[in-house]
């Protein structure tokens, strides 16, 4: 720490107006970010803490979160890595299916598969109702634990499906000529090789399970968690300090999931670099468990594209359950709704690319200036990652929405909350980058005469523009269709299209509310098919 603060103030003598750029960013990162959560910690007390054992919903509560996150996380990370090994590592039709089934929950409300579930599966669903003529009732821990497999295996998928790539081929022919069965190469070699992908996807979709506030709500039944308690406590009862104790109690076991995927996963390597590798092919498996697998991959490919397509159909049904003919009086109730979802372009827009330019400065600061304090700005840009997005909004709603700083109301306070928790995201991608560019091309700008801002700017920001652009468009993907994050610092004028959609499914309007989400899920996949195409053109390609 010494040496640090020794270091700090060399360059504060060295390059003054650098120094000058890094405090000012510390201020507001730690203004942002550290004060809203010491503001929600600040509402509670020992004596309301004590309480979270003593009173049965809470402590319910409290045990429902684990339990669903644990068996969420469990069949989540399951059907990623089943997905991840048949896209990888099998000749397989559909895959072109498959692809677009791991990206459609990303670029949609997670919420919406609860919304298709009670279509589909509710009192009068389609399947249960109509065509079974079965009473089921999916509200409760059952169908919320079969909504978050599908919401998030997906975000799973993303992280295995690298490491599954990646995963030495040759090593696994040795083990063969060794005399290794296929199950022991299988759980041997291949799995340990996968270990830190299925470990570091297994970590992601817990804390997305942890924080998941939309479908709970709007499938979770009498099944309570913190995340929804909170919310109850704090809008129904309003009782803050309970709010805050529920929503506190949430953030520990969040900050303990991000600090071992911080600590353990990702300080562990398991590259094998063999040489020539790339000319294998992966070892034949079993023909029946090739299209077993693709079998499985297969229903849950439909039951993906029957959630969308109940979405679609219900968008254009004059009365779901009742009155089935088709009608446009829904769209027309969404043309109503316009400011809505103009809010949340506006809002996605500012706050993706104020998260894109805040990433990319910090990025460079840390990655590329010795100030003494890097490590500190580190974990500023990546910390609102572990914050559940109730609990970021209780705490902006608690920090900015007083007579100190009074943004109450304002479409400021939800571009700045959105803003925070993308920056994590766009800094992760551009902290990336940049450390691919070596430190040559910097040293060959400053011997030609460039000054450190014009290196900047003309030199490596044009090299990361793909990243910039690729982090700005998955933030804006992000808030464009966020519930939790705004869900207690909007108001009449600041609403958004998540927050409607919730209204009308609490008004058991199921219509309005599936034509209002398509129109948000249809905007996200117009700006990534937009996108996709413009780096098309550009001989580049686009993932997220």
């Given at each position: 720490m010494k040496e640090n603060m020794l270091q700090f103030k060399k360059k504060l003598r060295n390059e003054p107006l650098l120094m000058v750029l890094v405090f000012t960013l510390l201020t507001i990162m730690t203004f942002l970010i550290i004060y809203p959560i010491a503001r929600v910690v600040m509402e509670t007390n020992g004596e309301i803490f004590s309480q979270l054992w003593t009173n049965v919903r809470w402590r319910n509560s409290l045990v429902n979160t684990v339990f669903i996150t644990i068996l969420s996380t469990l069949s989540s990370t399951i059907v990623a890595f089943i997905f991840a090994y048949t896209m990888a590592r099998l000749d397989i039709p559909c895959k072109g299916l498959f692809r677009i089934v791991t990206l459609l929950p990303i670029v949609s409300p997670p919420f919406i598969v609860a919304l298709s579930y009670i279509l589909l599966f509710g009192r009068q669903g389609i399947i249960t109702n109509h065509l079974l003529g079965i009473p089921l009732d999916i509200y409760g821990w059952t169908g919320l634990w079969a909504v978050?497999?599908?919401?998030?295996?997906?975000?799973?998928?993303?992280?295995?499906?690298?490491?599954?790539?990646?995963?030495?081929?040759?090593?696994?022919?040795?083990?063969?000529?060794?005399?290794a069965t296929k199950w022991q190469v299988f759980t041997d070699v291949f799995l340990k090789l996968c270990r830190p992908g299925i470990a570091g996807g297994a970590l992601v979709v817990a804390m997305s399970i942890l924080a998941d506030f939309g479908n709970p709500m709007i499938i979770g039944g009498n099944f309570s968690v913190l995340s929804t308690e909170a919310y109850a406590q704090m809008t129904g009862w309003f009782d803050i300090p309970a709010a805050a104790m529920l929503a506190t109690t949430m953030l520990v076991p969040a900050l303990s999931l991000f600090l071992i995927n911080r600590l353990w996963v990702g300080k562990r390597s398991y590259v094998t670099v063999t040489g020539k590798d790339s000319s294998l092919q992966p070892y034949p498996i079993a023909t029946w468990v090739k299209w077993l697998l693709f079998s499985f991959c297969m229903f849950v490919s439909v039951v993906v594209v029957l959630v969308y397509g109940t979405l679609a159909y219900g968008a254009f049904t004059t009365t779901w359950g009742y009155d089935w003919s088709l009608t446009l009086d829904n769209m027309a109730y969404v043309v109503g709704k316009q400011q809505e979802i103009i809010?949340?372009?506006?809002?996605?827009?500012?706050?993706?690319?104020?998260?894109?330019?805040?990433?990319?400065?910090?990025?460079?600061?840390?990655?590329?200036?010795?100030?003494?304090?890097?490590?500190?700005?580190?974990?500023?840009?990546?910390?609102?990652?572990?914050?559940?997005?109730?609990?970021l909004s209780l705490g902006f709603a608690f920090a900015f929405g007083g007579d100190m700083f009074s943004l109450t109301g304002t479409s400021f306070i939800i571009i700045l909350a959105l803003m925070i928790w993308n920056l994590p995201t766009c800094y992760s991608a551009n902290a990336a980058a940049l450390q691919q560019i070596g430190p040559s091309i910097e040293e060959a700008s400053t011997n030609l005469g460039a000054t450190g801002i014009q290196t900047y700017f003309k030199v490596l920001l044009p090299i990361v523009r793909t990243s910039f652009i690729s982090s700005m468009v998955l933030a804006f993907l992000r808030s464009v269709t966020c519930l939790s994050v705004v869900i207690f610092i909007y108001s009449l004028k600041t609403s958004v299209g998540t927050i409607t959609i919730i209204g009308l499914l609490s008004n058991g309007q199921w219509g309005a509310a599936s034509a209002v989400t398509i129109t948000l899920i249809g905007i996200a996949i117009s700006v990534l098919l937009l996108t996709k195409l413009a780096f098309r053109l550009r001989g580049k390609t686009f993932e997220i």
């Open positions: 978050q497999t599908i919401s998030f295996f997906p975000y799973a998928y993303a992280v295995i499906y690298g490491v599954v790539k990646a995963a030495s081929i040759q090593m696994e022919y040795a083990a063969y000529n060794l005399g809010n949340s372009i506006v809002y996605a827009v500012c706050a993706a690319v104020g998260a894109a330019l805040l990433s990319v400065l910090v990025a460079y600061l840390v990655q590329r200036k010795q100030f003494g304090l890097n490590k500190w700005m580190d974990f500023l840009a990546v910390l609102p990652g572990a914050i559940p997005g109730v609990f």
